[in-house]
C-alpha cells in the first residue's frame, strides 16, 4: 500500500514539476519576443500600446497574486499583495480605455511602474540586510530609474512616450534574462542540496 502510494506522489510531483518547466519557459519565450518585437517596431506602437503593457503586467500580477495567496503570505505582506490588487485592476482598466487616450494610457503606465518600483526597492533593502550587497545595489538601481523615468512620463506624457517604448522592450528582455539566471540558480542549489543530502 505504501509503495503505491510513495509511486503516485513521485508521479505527481514529476507532473508539477513538468508543467512548471513549461510554464517557466513559455514565459521566457513570450517576454523575449515581445520585447524584440517592442524595440524593432516602436515607431508603430502606440496604437497598440496598452496591450503591450497591460497583458504582460496582469499576467505577472496574476502570477504574483497566485502565489501569495497559496503560500498565505498576503497577511505577513500585506504592502505588497496591496500593489499587486492595484496593479491588476490597473490593468484591466487599461485594457478599457480608447488607444486614442495616450495620455491617460502614459499616465496609468506611470503609475504602474511606480508601484513595482517602489516594491522592488522594498526588497532591495531586505536584500542588502540579509547581505546580498550586489544584488540589492544593482536592485535599487533599476528601481530608482524606474520611479524617475515613470515621473517625466507621467508629467509629460507626450515627450517621453517614446523613451519608455524603449525601456519597455529592454525591460521585456530583462525579465526573460532573469528568469533564466533564476532558473539555473535554482537548479544548482537544489543540485547541491541532493548531494550533500546523498
Not at 502510494?5 to 512548471?20: C, H, P, S
Request: contains cysteine.
Amino acid at each position: 500500500m505504501n509503495e503505491i502510494k510513495n509511486y503516485t506522489k513521485i508521479r505527481f510531483e514529476r507532473r508539477n514539476e513538468v508543467m512548471k518547466n513549461i510554464v517557466y519557459w513559455s514565459k521566457v519565450i513570450v517576454y523575449t519576443v515581445l520585447g524584440i518585437i517592442i524595440l524593432i517596431f516602436q515607431n508603430n506602437l502606440l496604437n497598440y500600446l496598452k496591450f503591450f503593457v497591460a497583458i504582460p503586467t496582469l499576467a505577472l500580477s496574476i502570477e504574483e497574486f497566485v502565489f501569495f495567496v497559496i503560500e498565505k503570505n498576503y497577511t505577513k505582506e500585506m504592502n505588497d499583495f496591496g500593489s499587486i490588487v492595484i496593479k491588476i485592476v490597473l490593468s484591466i482598466v487599461l485594457l478599457f480605455v480608447d488607444y486614442e487616450e495616450i495620455i491617460i494610457i502614459c499616465v496609468l503606465w506611470g503609475i504602474m511602474v511606480i508601484i513595482t518600483a517602489t516594491t522592488d526597492l522594498s526588497k532591495a533593502v531586505h536584500l542588502f540586510i540579509e547581505n546580498y550587497r550586489i544584488a540589492s545595489v544593482l536592485e535599487a538601481i533599476q528601481s530608482i530609474v524606474q520611479i524617475f523615468l515613470s515621473v517625466l512620463l507621467i508629467i509629460d506624457p507626450i515627450e517621453h512616450v517614446s523613451l519608455h517604448i524603449i525601456v519597455l522592450g529592454i525591460e521585456m528582455l530583462l525579465l526573460a534574462l532573469k528568469s533564466v539566471i533564476k532558473y539555473i540558480y535554482n537548479n544548482v542549489i537544489e543540485k547541491r542540496n541532493k548531494e550533500r543530502l546523498a
